[in-house]
């Protein structure tokens, strides 16, 4: 996608590579330093993701399958010209410890159910917008929160299915709050943009003039690649195939540990909208029948999708291979969301509901869709699909769970750190400046009375030392004791995967080149923005 950040009439091709992937495993909770051991909250969850140092990134990411409270699916740092966090930020001192604020989370997990791809691809570019600097798009805004059926942007607030016109694009209001984060923390000389690069060596992913990528020495697990070092040997070039070896099984699921091509093995299953496919033999063929044929050696041959409108999970239909689709298609119509009305029952909006092609008066539930050709089955719609005009989600229980869009977070933020709050205690200071004068006299005489106690008890115990001792002190204060901390440990653990992303590249209309350099670590009077929200952050 193209984008035009500083409106000029040109795309600023800004773009992402990935600089490193860590993938965590079941064996991480063996590990007695594990940042992730037990269920948490989604702030909690980003605050201990964020306590790592990514300096060397201009955001990291952690994609994880947790079920977070509300139908939120991510959650990150939001960029701001005058506050710490986003883009490019560096890791520093924030209320006593040092945190990244360059972060975000996205959860593939919704009430239970696994959230379609499509949907996910928007929650991450709605958390990266976020750390560009971009809010949620005012409600109140038609331009930017048009609705209908085109749908809305990126930075609605609350939910979305993903598949609407308008869902993979940034409204005019994000395109100008993005532009002036960008100039100041990333596209300046201060910032951590780069010009874009053909590869990036050790992001675990086979780029151009690699040979395989098997990621960092600590990460890779595999002999048949020669891994990214710090000071890599001049006989073992990293990205390259150790010699001998036919494969690396970085280049593709087809190729095993031992370095050699997998013969007939399953290497993507059958979703119910594409066949299995299997790794390929590399047969011998003379060059003119090898001429007839596509060697995919370690990479997993492209699977036959099956016909679009084939109905799967029940109340899906198939869309290009993937289980996307409404199966009000397969009768001839379009899906659409019902509304409750104030005597039907709590699980009306959670139902089904199809309408006849550009017609929204004819939205109707499933249940009432009883005659050929539109017999559709009655159902009621998946947990985690958007409800009530994409203001909520569906649960387990066939409820509409309406979408905070300011979120736990925002209030927190409004409570104790924004410059609103801090101007209404000064108003209420002024309006009752009596009260104020009243703490402070109860303070000084409560400190006096027990300098006082701790005086006499003082002198008491000097009196009872020794009789020829004298300037003897005796603590009356001590350091509390440290307490040992108790690790929750609970059932359901998740597997997590984070990911890097590196150098954000921006390749400048002019020839300037920029240059990545550090930002000043930020201390205690900086104040962070968490933009929490619908089922996104």
């Not at 115990?461 to 040992?484: A, E, F, M, V």
């Amino acid at each position: 996608m193209l984008l035009d950040f500083d409106q000029d009439g040109r795309p600023d091709n800004v773009s992402f590579l990935i600089k490193r992937i860590k993938v965590h495993t079941l064996d991480a909770l063996k590990d007695p330093v594990y940042r992730f051991p037990a269920n948490y909250g989604v702030e909690k969850f980003l605050e201990l993701f964020s306590e790592e140092d990514y300096d060397a990134f201009c955001l990291a990411y952690m994609f994880t399958y947790r079920d977070f409270e509300g139908g939120t699916l991510g959650l990150a740092w939001t960029g701001d010209l005058k506050n710490a966090g986003g883009v490019c930020e560096k890791n520093g001192h924030y209320r006593g410890s040092l945190k990244s604020l360059n972060t975000g989370i996205v959860t593939l997990l919704n009430y239970g159910k696994y959230v379609p791809p499509i949907v996910s691809h928007v929650t991450l570019a709605h958390e990266i917008g976020h750390n560009f600097g971009s809010p949620h798009d005012p409600e109140d805004d038609v331009v930017c929160t048009p609705g209908g059926d085109n749908g809305n942007y990126i930075m609605f607030a609350r939910a979305t299915s993903g598949d609407k016109r308008n869902n993979n694009k940034f409204s005019p209001c994000s395109v100008r709050s993005i532009n002036a984060v960008l100039n100041t923390k990333a596209r300046s000389v201060k910032g951590c943009f780069t010009e874009i690069q053909d590869s990036i060596c050790g992001n675990g992913v086979v780029e151009k003039n690699e040979q395989c990528d098997c990621g960092w020495e600590e990460d890779c697990e595999e002999s048949c690649c020669f891994p990214m070092r710090t000071n890599p040997p001049r006989d073992e070039p990293p990205c390259m195939l150790r010699p001998n070896v036919i494969c690396s099984p970085s280049q593709g699921p087809c190729c095993s540990q031992d370095c050699s091509l997998k013969v007939g093995e399953e290497c993507r299953g059958d979703n119910g909208c594409r066949s299995t496919s299997r790794c390929e033999y590399p047969l011998m063929f003379n060059k003119t029948l090898c001429s007839h044929f596509t060697f995919y050696g370690p990479q997993c041959p492209p699977s036959t999708n099956k016909p679009n409108k084939t109905v799967c999970n029940e109340e899906f239909v198939c869309y290009m291979g993937e289980c996307t689709g409404s199966i009000c298609v397969a009768y001839g119509l379009e899906s659409c969301q019902c509304r409750r009305g104030p005597h039907d029952p709590p699980t009306k909006a959670c139902e089904l509901c199809c309408k006849l092609p550009g017609d929204d008066y004819s939205c109707k539930s499933s249940f009432e869709w009883n005659s050929s050709p539109y017999d559709v089955p009655d159902l009621y719609a998946k947990p985690g699909t958007p409800c009530d005009n994409y203001n909520g989600y569906c649960d387990v229980f066939q409820k509409c769970r309406e979408v905070d869009p300011s979120g736990p977070l925002a209030t927190l933020r409004k409570l104790f750190l924004s410059n609103e709050s801090m101007a209404s205690v000064k108003r209420w200071i002024l309006l009752h400046w009596w009260v104020a004068v009243l703490l402070g006299l109860s303070i000084v005489i409560c400190m006096s009375i027990v300098v006082r106690l701790f005086g006499k008890q003082n002198e008491s115990l000097k009196t009872l030392s020794d009789g020829g001792q004298t300037n003897k002190t005796i603590g009356i204060l001590r350091p509390c004791s440290n307490q040992p901390l108790v690790k929750a440990r609970t059932q359901a653990l998740a597997a997590n995967s984070s990911i890097a992303l590196a150098h954000a590249s921006s390749h400048r209309k002019s020839t300037s080149n920029f240059v990545r350099t550090s930002v000043s670590s930020f201390s205690n009077k900086h104040r962070s923005l968490l933009m929490t929200g619908n089922g996104w952050v």
